[in-house]
């Protein structure tokens, strides 16, 4: 017998209530929605603010409801004082046009109304809770939220992290909503005052004529126990685990404080109350500090489980394969139809964007459908088409086993896909993106119109929608119009690309606004040779396997094959182009994968090529790079954001493509956080999180884009490991993180309040992600619910439909014949 450990065969009933329960309801839920045509209801029950509710409160003070209260902007203030109530009112329609910045006219909103409650200084480090009522009055409205400014007037001091801005409240009309926001973080020991306001952001098809917000019972309150908000250390008497579970194959752990293992050196595995594993808490010395890890791989058989640790237990979670994560598609996918844009979304809002147009050469394109970007209205077509590509991909991993989720995430993807054909002009040129706040009238030459929608033709954009394009037309050939219309325009879109990147290199942006800005010429080298791999399969065509052979030899020039040094062997990632001056990195969109993509797509059109064993080599070493990463943050699963050098920001142009909106001391910002990192050879740090210092923050793209690469590479070589390493990025986001909290409304538990400022609360919703803690490398995820972190966005809902996909598929490259294989099975 091992010590410390017993492990006992139970495969019986196990630990069913709970989660037989949760399951019924929700597939009532599930089939009262009509399988996602209206939204799912909101599980607040199991909410990060449903915990903040039951917090013993240790002390309490309550503010003055009728003296020290100002109105501002377009509102108007009652008091009343009997019930402690103050009142804002403003009425939503302004008879004028929404106003922006002069660079960015139409990135606008009509106003907003404030109440101000001045404090006059007073020190509130005694409390670190604020509570307070809100009741939103205002029937038909549909999506209410209040934005909360927290502001301290004394000089900063050590110790304390500066608000990342306001914290907007997601609220529902008619009724009191008891809020909370914990403060124990931020500077309050000279407070000016507290600023609760909303933005005019036009009307909504529903929206009254005039919105009441009434504000009650606002307190100080002292807690015992605030959420953790930054740092490595799992938080404090919680097991930090996969909420949603684990696979059946690779590792399965789970973690605890030092403290917590200190003091409950045992766990123990149940399954319906009987133990079926009880080990030791190994301690960890790590580069993140000391960690208590459990350990409880050897459980192979899928079932439902519990972890406990003294007097911790976890709730209910499963051991499987890929089924375990099904309801996770079904919420995430109702996250994105609730984003959809000209379209009437029960319950979130009408028909949306009519007379929105995007121009070019004297044609007037209608720029409405597709699904909005994030918390805001905006649109990306690039996104839109990445999005449904990933639904795609999703639907064909589960069709066999779980044919009515394909099905709807099938009809999905062509609501996406649909958007991405009417945006094109015909000429290479499309209507590309926009950046929206408001809602608009529907009224075509009315006052709020819009005419700016971008336009562009850029390269990496026509390749990528060739790509798409082909790959769609196998996947919905029973529409043979449909199909052969995506034919035509992959054919079409992939000549378009091919003749600007001659022009233009990697394109002649127009803004920096697009999705696509950071680009760089290995990536686009990568993006050729994946599309062009796949109008190979479409057509047979010689010539574009010729094409993804040649951007392919680029594309390996621009990798890191030896060793940094002779003391660290990373080795494997890819520079920005073959100079090797500045590695690939992302902030906030993350195309990582396509390295993978590309290589996969090689390996399986063209398994006979004599460059095939370099392709090979190629995966691998970028497989080893991966592998190598983790140690950094071991033994959470998050795949570091990568190896970076010290001297990137004298490339400027690449420096400004990737750091948006960089302030002025930039340069002084990245030599602090590349110090911050973990020195790997001479001139070289690996970062845990990205080097970042704009509101373009969160890491859930960027993880999970590695991620897919990991999952690709482990399929190439057959390497568990890589899959493992992949999965960890599921892991990570439904809790498996020092916060202990599920990164999507809905799955698991502990889910944050996020900022949908549009369109409101949706079950499924994710994150742009954890950011970092100011220059440090260490994590932040503060309870402010702002943007761009706590921000949602349908890219993060698309990197979890593509990981899982990725997960789910086959070894495609043994045994492929040419470009006979069934096109529809190529990664990426």
């Known amino acids: 017998m091992k010590p410390f450990k017993t492990l006992i065969l139970i495969t019986s009933a196990l630990s069913i209530t709970m989660v037989a329960a949760a399951d019924a309801t929700f597939e009532e839920q599930l089939i009262r929605s009509g399988h996602i045509h209206t939204p ?56 004028r046009r929404a106003t922006g910045s002069p660079d960015d006219p139409d990135y606008a909103t009509y106003g907003g109304a404030s109440l101000s409650k001045w404090l006059d200084g007073q020190d509130l480090s005694g409390y670190n809770r604020l509570a307070f009522d809100i009741r939103p009055v205002a029937p038909g409205l549909r999506v209410a939220n209040m934005n909360l400014s927290f502001n301290n007037g004394s000089a900063p001091q050590a110790g304390y992290n500066p608000p990342t801005g306001a914290h907007l409240i997601n609220l529902k009309e008619g009724r009191w909503n008891r809020c909370y926001l914990e403060i124990a973080d931020l500077q309050r020991d000279s407070m000016k005052n507290l600023d609760f306001y909303v933005t005019l952001n036009g009307r909504d098809q529903t929206t009254p004529d005039s919105i009441v917000y009434q504000i009650a019972n606002l ?172 639904l795609m991909r999703a639907a064909r991993s589960v069709e066999e086993r779980n044919p009515a989720l394909s ?24 209507a590309s993106s926009m950046g929206l706040l408001i809602w608009q009238d529907g009224i075509q030459d009315s006052f709020d119109d819009i005419t700016t929608v971008r336009v562009q033709n850029l390269p990496v954009d026509n390749y990528t929608y060739a790509y798409i394009e082909a790959y769609a037309a196998r996947i919905f050939e029973d529409d043979s119009g449909l199909a052969a219309l995506l034919r035509r325009v992959a054919i079409e879109d992939f000549d378009y690309a091919e003749r600007e990147f001659s022009r233009n290199g990697l394109g002649n942006w127009r803004t920096m606004m697009e999705h696509t800005y950071n680009t760089s010429m290995s990536q686009m080298m990568a993006t050729i040779a994946w599309s062009a791999s796949q109008l190979y399969v479409l057509t047979g065509n010689p010539r574009y396997a010729n094409r993804a052979r040649q951007a392919a030899d680029y594309m390996l020039d621009c990798q890191q094959t030896e060793p940094l040094s002779k003391k660290n062997d990373l080795r494997g990632f890819f520079y920005r182009d073959r100079d090797h001056r500045v590695p690939v990195h ?105 080097i970042w210092f704009s509101i373009f ?73 954890i950011r970092s803690l100011g220059n440090s490398d260490e994590p932040y995820w503060p309870q402010i619910n702002n943007a761009c972190y706590k921000e949602v966005w349908v890219t993060s809902a698309g990197k979890w439909m593509l990981l899982l996909s990725e997960l789910a598929e086959k070894n495609l490259i043994p045994g492929v014949n040419s470009r006979r294989s069934d096109s529809r099975d190529i990664a990426g």
């Open 40 to 95: 799912l209801p909101l599980d607040t029950i199991n909410s990060l603010e449903h915990v903040a509710s039951l917090k013993p409160v240790l002390a309490e003070e309550r503010l003055d409801m009728y003296d020290g209260w100002h109105v501002s902007g377009l509102g108007t203030m009652t008091k009343d004082r009997d019930n402690g109530i103050v009142e804002l009112r403003y009425a939503t329609f302004t008879g």
């Open 219 to 390: 307190r100080l309150q002292k807690i015992a126990e605030p959420e953790k908000v930054s740092g490595w250390e799992p938080k404090e008497n919680v097991i930090v685990y996969s909420m949603t579970g684990y696979d059946t194959r690779g590792r399965k752990t789970a973690l605890v404080s030092e403290s917590t293992a200190l003091s409950n050196p045992n766990f123990t595995i149940t399954a319906d109350g009987r133990t079926v594993l009880s080990g030791k808490i190994k301690v960890q010395n790590t580069s993140l500090g000391r960690i208590g890890e459990i350990d409880f791989t050897e459980i192979k058989t899928p079932g439902i489980y519990e972890i406990k640790v003294g007097d911790l237990t976890s709730r209910p979670f499963r051991i499987g394969k890929e089924e375990i994560w099904d309801n996770s598609q079904w919420r995430v996918l109702n996250y994105i139809f609730g984003q959809r844009c000209g379209y009437d979304v029960p319950g979130i809002h009408g028909k949306c964007h009519t007379d929105l147009y995007a121009v070019h050469n004297g044609m007037k394109l209608p720029y409405s459908g597709g699904w909005h970007d994030a918390g805001d209205l905006s649109q990306q077509t690039f996104q839109t088409a990445e999005v449904a590509y990933a």
């Open 407 to 430: 099905a709807r995430l099938r009809e999905e993807a062509r609501w996406g896909l649909d958007f991405a054909l009417r945006t094109r002009f015909g000429d290479g040129y499309r």
């Open 586 to 690: 992302y902030i906030h969109q993350s195309r990582d994968q396509i390295y993978m993509q590309a290589l996969e797509s090689l390996l399986a059109t063209q398994p006979d090529s004599p460059d095939a064993k370099r392709w090979l080599e190629a995966a691998r070493l970028y497989g080893s790079y991966v592998k190598g990463l983790m140690r950094y943050t071991a033994p959470y699963g998050m795949i570091p954001s990568g190896v970076y050098r010290d001297d990137e920001y004298k490339d400027n142009d690449s420096f400004e493509h990737l750091h948006l909106f960089a302030p002025d001391n930039a340069e002084e910002l990245y030599k602090l956080q590349f110090a911050n990192g973990v020195k790997v050879a001479p001139h070289f740090s690996v970062r845990r999180f990205p």
């Open 697 to 769: 923050n969160g890491n859930t793209a960027i993880h999970t884009s590695t991620g897919i690469s990991a999952a690709i590479a482990g399929r190439m070589l057959d390497d568990p490991e890589l899959s493992d390493i992949a999965r960890e990025q599921l892991y990570w986001t439904v809790g498996k993180n020092p916060f202990a909290q599920s990164l999507i409304y809905g799955e698991g538990h502990n889910y944050p309040m996020m900022n949908s400022f549009s369109s409101g609360e949706i079950t499924g919703e994710m994150p742009v992600g």
